[in-house]
């Protein structure tokens, strides 16, 4: 069962991967950057609206929060991935062969989970849930950067389906666990965004 699992992630993943060309290239290795000229500004708008909506006492706060929910998606990732120890497909002797390598860079050996997945569905999540009664918008942008983000992976050649589909589970996921903690700080109990 697990075998027949792994081979159809690696046929998505050589579908998927296949689907690229040389003029989209470039947007994609920009899009998988973690700074760059479009993810810098979402998070300076990020934080430019949470101190809006909340002032710089509740801004730090929610800052603080932030940055340990992105360290736990990163060492988890590196836990898992460490333990699991799945090739990414540029190191899979058999795959790389078969695939599009867009970048001569391929990352560090294993890539189950994406911590790039991870930690783009967990600020997305975030702060989707911090701002959905304001303003649902959010939601909808935060999240199509965070599957253009995560499907980049997959174009780069970085990651297979199953490594993104795990890491915006767990980002969600902790996203949820971080809002829930954060709710429960004594000065967020009035407050009306969450």
């Known amino acids: 069962m697990l075998e027949e699992l792994v081979k159809i992630d690696q046929d998505i993943f050589l579908y998927l991967n296949g689907l690229g ?8 290795i920009y ?14 708008f990020m934080l430019y609206y949470t101190y809006r909506s ?7 706060y929610i800052v603080i929060t932030v940055v340990a929910l992105l360290l736990s998606t990163e060492q988890l ?9 799945r090739l990414r497909p540029c190191h899979d002797e058999e795959i790389s062969l ?3 390598n867009v970048r001569n860079h391929c990352g560090g050996k294993f890539g189950y989970f994406s911590a790039h997945a ?18 649902k918008l959010i939601l909808l942008g935060l999240t199509s950067w965070a599957l253009l983000v995560s499907y980049s992976r997959i174009y780069l050649g970085v990651h297979y389906p199953l490594d993104i589909i795990t890491g ?6 902790l996203s949820l666990l971080y809002i829930f903690l954060l709710k429960k700080l004594p000065i967020f109990k009035s407050s009306y965004f969450i």
């Open 21 to 28: 060309t040389p003029t989209w290239d470039g947007l994609w």
């Open 31 to 44: 899009l998988s950057r973690t700074l760059s000229f479009v993810t810098i500004p979402i998070y300076l």
């Open 54 to 60: 909340f002032g710089l006492i509740k801004t730090i």
């Open 77 to 85: 990732s590196i836990i898992v991935k460490n333990s699991v120890a």
């Open 98 to 100: 078969l695939m599009r």
């Open 118 to 135: 991870a930690n783009s569905s967990a600020l997305a999540g975030f702060f989707s849930l911090l701002f959905y009664k304001k303003n």
């Open 168 to 173: 915006l589970t767990v980002g969600t996921t």
